[in-house]
């Protein structure tokens, strides 16, 4: 079975061809580093990390970058409010510089901890100046750019297929901003590509600035992505991966300034990762539902279980976060640790599981298909030796660290049991009885603690 992708340009699953044989392009969107990524974030990274895995398997050579955005992301997608960075600079009374540093540092560990394969190459906005101001400069004399009081702006008016990736209905969108347009913007769908700085005298004076040929500022967020992508990959890529949530503007503006400066398609397949729900709702710092990985860990749980449930939900499908769920994942990786422990020394795998698993990865990243197969290998009769050596294979894009000894807390059945009886005791306010069942799941040694998403459950130290 040929690999197949999601494209999201066609909105149709087509099979991979590479624009060089044997190679391939891989761009995918990093972090805006003024704060730490939370867990919904990191799914993003988790199934970025099986597409590029997979592409190893089968043998291509990979060259991921990925971006570190440590300025020019304001905290409205249209152009408008503070920078983030200056945001996470006051809120630590640090520098922005610093900040940067800090939290590039603690991403940079995360993805470590969630054994997720760093790129070939980083990029930081900051390190990478002179090339957006280039890619503006073509910009302006291909006749895209104009100027307001506050920046340079593309006018995706004189882009032709403007706003196709999303799908975006653009005249709706102009006849429901001719009411109220902002800032000098000919549309409401224009980007900045390049701020000014506020004004010396008004005392807002930015950490983050450079000169320009159209004055002193910083780059727009958008601008940022086109040049190191077009730096290290090309004029055109491959493969271009992020959330879903840069699908309507960020990966849209993306698509047109890219293409407009060089006149060439700038993605072949653009993939996006489904959101990480809390109570049903998008985990983000704004509404400040979110867990971070370190969260998880102080929690008593394995980064990897937080792995194992990222696993389970296809990478478009959304996914609802509970503590309960993540403590299924981890008891679930226990019992799979503890199985392939037990098995013999590896020896020659099993083509027809082998076959399987390929099929469920080459079907647009169906990982939980591809997880089941694991299950359904180890139930199977095949020698111990067999099965070892398999899933050993299949780890090599599952990423659970099957080769190590790993060492989780399971919950036992008995204190499942008790947990589930101690919520429907909530769940009715029968208090005492909960209190009751508290008191006996701690005799055993665990702990249990009440939050908004439920209970929490983990061994006494």
């Known amino acids: 079975m040929p690999f197949q992708l999601y494209n999201t340009l066609t909105r149709q699953k087509e099979d991979f061809k590479p624009l060089a044989d044997n190679q391939v392009g891989l761009y995918t969107c990093g972090p805006t580093v003024y704060d730490y990524a939370h867990i919904g974030n990191l799914r993003t990274y988790v199934f970025e990390d099986v597409l590029k895995r997979v592409l190893l398997y089968d043998d291509y050579k990979v060259k991921h970058v990925m971006n570190i955005t440590d300025v020019g992301h304001l905290v409205s997608d249209a152009d408008e409010g503070e920078d983030k960075m200056e945001i996470g600079a006051r809120r630590e009374k640090k520098t922005a510089w610093e900040i940067a540093e800090f939290y590039t540092e603690a991403f ?37 750019t104009y100027q307001t009081d506050d920046g340079i702006y593309f006018d995706t008016a004189k882009f032709k297929d403007y706003g196709q990736l999303a799908k975006l209905d653009i005249e709706g969108l102009q006849a429901g901003a001719r009411i109220e347009m902002v800032k000098g913007k000919r549309n409401s769908t224009d980007f900045a590509l390049w701020k000014f700085s506020p ?55 993306e698509i ?11 993605v072949n397949y653009w993939i996006h990762g489904e959101h990480l729900l809390v109570d049903g709702g998008k985990m983000s710092k704004s509404k400040g539902n979110y867990a971070t990985l370190q969260t998880v860990i102080g929690e008593g749980f394995n980064p990897f279980a937080f792995r194992y449930l990222v696993l389970t939900s296809h990478y478009r499908s959304k996914l609802n976060f509970t503590w309960e769920s993540l403590q299924a994942a981890q008891n679930a990786l226990t019992k799979l640790y ?22 469920a990865l080459n079907d647009d990243l169906n990982t939980p ?18 099965k070892k050596a398999t899933l050993l294979d299949f780890d090599k894009i599952l990423g659970l660290g099957l080769d190590k000894k790993q060492q989780l807390v399971e919950i036992p059945e008995k204190i499942e049991k008790l947990l589930t009886e ?40």
């Open 108 to 144: 940079q560990k995360d993805i470590a901890e969630l054994n997720i394969l760093p790129p070939d190459i980083w990029c930081k906005a900051t390190d990478h100046i002179k090339e957006q101001i280039e890619l503006i400069g073509t910009l302006e004399k291909k006749g895209f």
């Open 199 to 253: 004004s010396t005298s008004s005392g807002k004076k930015r950490q983050m600035e450079w000169n320009s040929p159209w004055g002193t500022g910083f780059p727009g967020w958008h601008i940022e992505c086109s040049a190191m992508a077009m730096k290290y990959l090309g004029e055109q890529i491959d493969i271009h991966c992020g959330a879903v949530d840069h699908l309507n503007v960020h990966h849209t503006n």
């Open 256 to 266: 047109a300034q890219s293409e407009a400066a060089t006149g060439k398609k700038f």
């Open 338 to 359: 503890k199985q392939v422990a037990e098995l013999d020394d590896a020896r020659k795998l099993d083509q027809e599981y082998k076959d399987k698993f390929e099929a």
């Open 369 to 386: 298909q591809a997880v089941s197969i694991v299950w359904d290998l180890l139930k199977s009769d095949l020698p111990a030796g067999a």
């Open 422 to 461: 101690r919520e429907k005791a909530r769940s009715d306010k029968n208090w005492d009885k909960a209190d009751e069942l508290r008191n006996e799941i701690e005799k055993a040694g665990f702990i249990v603690d009440d939050t908004p998403e439920g209970q929490r459950i983990k061994q006494a130290s």
